[in-house]
Antibody
């Protein structure tokens, strides 16, 4: 059974760094072809893909946010971490992690429930 | 680089057919995925690789793609289908990007 769950602070001060952790089970990120993505959704707005990390450590970022995002493996083999530096109120939203390469079998089939992050000014 | 364009809203009566489109210049080169999202919930994959229906998704959901437009069709719409729907593709033309459409709010009258 595949599960993912996001964790992190609910409230972050403007200009600080936001660190979110995705803890997953039921699959290994070391398996050939596996990917984990972070997606966010500002209140009342559309989904926005942020970053992806692959089984071989390759990483990809949303072009417009590349300078402020870092995706990496966590301290445990079943964790992926997203950091967002210098956050602003526009970074407020629900952050999701998903098993998503963006193409291929089962991409997007499994999502975490999301975690709401508010950036205060 | 390209954007995915969806109609902001679609309204249908129960039992009728809802059609939601997703268009982009380069759509024909990539598979389209469709997600359903109800308020306060994570998105759920309803169509994979243009037309494949994941297990557990009702047969009334179908997908197709032709040229620059992908289409999600919901036949015999039920009240429970009222949700936001998002299309998604992967842009591998330059730096890899995953793109989502702006979303379509489906209202069941």
């Amino acid at each position: 059974q595949v599960t993912l769950r996001e964790s992190g602070p609910a409230l972050v001060q403007r200009t600080q760094t936001l660190t979110l952790t995705c803890t997953f089970s039921g699959f290994s990120l070391s398996t050939n072809g596996m990917c984990v993505s972070w997606i966010r959704q500002p209140p009342g707005k559309a989904l926005e893909w942020l970053a992806r990390i692959d089984w071989d450590g390759e990483t990809y970022y949303r072009t417009s946010l590349k300078a402020s995002l870092t995706i990496s493996r966590g301290t445990s083999t079943n964790q992926v971490v997203l950091t967002v530096t210098s956050v602003e109120p526009v970074d407020t939203g629900t952050y999701y992690c998903a098993r998503m390469c963006g193409y291929g079998e089962d991409s997007g089939r499994f999502w975490g429930p999301g975690t709401l992050v508010t950036v205060s000014s | 680089s390209y954007e995915l364009t969806q109609p902001p809203s679609v309204s249908v009566s129960p039992g009728q057919t809802a059609t939601i489109t997703c268009s982009a210049d380069a759509l024909s080169n990539q598979y389209t995925y469709w997600f359903q999202q109800k308020p306060g919930q994570a998105p759920v994959l309803v169509i994979s690789k243009d037309y494949e229906r994941p297990s557990g998704v009702p047969e009334r959901f179908s997908g197709s793609s032709s040229g620059a437009t992908a289409t999600l069709t919901i036949s015999g719409v039920r009240a429970e289908d009222e949700a936001d729907y998002y299309c998604q593709t992967a842009d591998r033309s330059g730096r890899f990007q995953i793109r989502f459409g702006g979303g379509t709010s489906l209202t069941v009258l």
